[in-house]
Structures are given as C-alpha cells and as structure tokens.
C-alpha cells in the first residue's frame, strides 16, 4: 500500500524558510516523477514544483523559482522541499503526490497517491 507523509510545515516569518519532507512507503519512489502541490481555502491545486522520474530534471512555477527547491533522496525514499525566502503569498496546505506510472518526466498526468497535507503559514 503506497503511503506519503508529509511533514516540517509551520508558522515562519515573511523571508523565513521551511524544509517540507514526504516520507514514501509502499514503493520506491525512484524512477517516479512526485511533485508538490499547494491550496488554499477556495482555490484549486496549484502545482508548486515537480521533479522528473526519469532524470530528476525539476520544474517550478514561476512564483517559486528562485527560491523553493524540490529534491529527492533516493536511499530514505523521501521527497523534499526547501522553501527560502517566504512571502505571505507562500500561506497554504502543501501536499506530496506521485506518478501512477514509473519511468515518467514532468507534468504528472497520471496521479497516484497524495499525502494529507502539512500546512504552511507566513505570517509576522
């Protein structure tokens, strides 16, 4: 059973920084493309970054470029985001999710599993 967890969201300063980890169990993530996502009361998903299964190539939303890096460690079967230089903007659930499908670049098209989400806030 494929299962991602979330966690390192919280309440940080505008210019502060978080590290966001989703912790993969029930497969390993490598050769799949996982990405990031962000919503907001009333608002769609919005992808905030995405990294490639098949080359770890990455891709980020304009509004992130600059200062969010996504990465992945293979070996603890974790996805990361480290998000420098937050604005208030920046506030949202942010939640991990998977390719279907192994051997894929970015964008995900066929979704597999999402985590339960870790909220941020960016807030003086």
């Known amino acids: 059973q494929v299962r991602l967890v979330e966690s390192g969201g919280g309440l940080v300063q505008p210019g502060g920084s978080l590290r966001l980890s989703c912790a993969a169990s029930g497969f390993a993530s490598n050769g799949y493309a996982m990405a990031w996502f962000r919503q907001t009361p009333g608002q769609e998903r919005e992808e905030v970054s995405c990294i490639s299964g098949i080359d770890d190539t990455t891709v980020y939303t304009d509004s992130v470029k600059g200062r969010f890096t996504i990465s992945r460690d293979h070996t603890q079967n974790t996805l990361y985001l480290q998000m420098n230089g937050l604005k208030p903007e920046d506030t949202a659930v942010y939640y991990c999710?998977?390719?279907?499908?192994?051997?894929?670049?970015?964008?995900?098209?066929?979704?597999?599993?999402w985590g339960q989400g870790t909220q941020v806030t960016v807030s003086s």
């Open positions: 999710t998977t390719d279907q499908f192994r051997g894929f670049g970015c964008p995900i098209t066929d979704f597999g599993s």
